[in-house]
């Protein structure tokens, strides 16, 4: 699975993750694989199975150490269909186990964590078309901004593929204690997305390693080797 990693100097991030993925802070990793983000980040399962209560009360959700708010422009956040008539086979989505969560409107949530944390991840999945519509969706992309209180930590954008059980996750080196997670494009008129459990860990991402003195002897002679080569051309 693709997953961004940092530079040797740790100066920059390799742009070979999510589709469309955009980070503004070098001291973040994004990944799209879940193994490997539990694994690297420590985190865990910060929400558990997903309640299935249908239109929640306030648009707002607790579950374990997350509660899940509406974003600017959506007007209902359900959990699972809770009996809603006509839900399709029971549930919004059937590529994801258990309850899911939806949203009217623009997919936009705002998620409050119970403390600072270092990584946050989510499920997700984004069908290419609409129950009972005879139609395809346009495809949608999300920006998610860490903060901690009212101060940005990292930003980043993604585009989940289509119909399939997709993961997005990132690790950083700053504590962070809320989640803006965006629908950018199209906005109006986009796919639905479906949102299962959600990951969190306290440990703080790495820094990057420090180049030993060899390294950087071999860097200033590669260097003086093509300043060489420039002059006799």
Known sequence: MKTFQRSLLGL?????????????????SVFSDKSSFLSQS????ASGALPDVGLTAGGTLTVGSVTIT???????????????????????TTLLPGADIAISGPENLEIALAGPVFSFGFDIVEPQFGPNLNATFVDSSFT????????????????PDNDTAAFVGVWTDSPFDRVSIVETTPLSGGENEFFGRFYSGTV?????????????AML????????????RR
Do not use: C, H, K, Y
């Open 12 to 28: 920059m991030l390799a742009t070979a993750s999510l589709p469309g993925v955009a980070d503004t802070f070098a001291n973040t």
């Open 220 to 231: 200033a002679g590669g260097l003086g080797v093509l300043a060489l080569l420039r002059r």
């Open 42 to 45: 420590g985190a865990t399962d």
């Open 144 to 159: 998610v901004t860490l903060r901690l209180g009212g101060a940005t930590v990292a930003s980043f954008s993604f585009d």
């Open 70 to 92: 509406l974003g600017a422009g959506a007007s209902q956040l359900f959990s699972g269909t809770g009996g809603i008539s006509g839900a399709e086979n029971e549930d919004w």
């Open 204 to 216: 703080a991402l790495p820094p990057p390693p420090i180049p030993e003195p060899g390294t950087w």
